[in-house]
């Protein structure tokens, strides 16, 4: 089993900064990609940045300059930096991971509890 626990979320006023981070934790063979989504009320879930085991990263639109997504493969955590908050960005963050088991199988999504993150004017 894989389970995926995040942390950092909480309260934050425009402009100031929070760090978000994700552990996983299992009988895990093998992380691949991670990344962090999140969904405020009435809206879609967002993609808002995704690392490759390898390092490569990329960041939604509405997040680039501002959000840095960093993983330690070696303890199976993936974090995110963001700085210059704003309002808009007040939403549930999930944490993802791609993560498999066996050598011998692919790997499968696996999907944290989520954690608040509320930016006030």
């Known amino acids: 089993q894989v389970q995926l626990v995040e942390s950092g979320g909480g309260l934050v006023q425009a402009g100031g900064s929070l760090r978000l981070s994700c552990a996983a934790s299992g009988s895990i063979v093998r992380v691949n990609a991670m990344a962090w989504y999140r969904q405020a009320p009435g809206k879609q879930r967002e993609l808002v940045a995704t690392i490759t085991s390898g390092g490569s990263t990329y960041y939604g639109n509405s997040v680039k300059g501002r959000f840095t997504i960093s993983r330690d493969n070696a303890k199976n955590t993936v974090s995110l930096q963001m700085n210059s908050l704003k309002p808009e960005d007040t939403a549930i963050y999930y944490c993802?991971?791609?993560?498999?088991?066996?050598?011998?199988?692919?790997?499968?999504?696996?999907w944290g509890q989520g954690t608040q993150v509320t930016v006030s004017s």
């Open positions: 993802k991971a791609d993560a498999s088991l066996s050598i011998l199988a692919p790997s499968k999504e696996y």
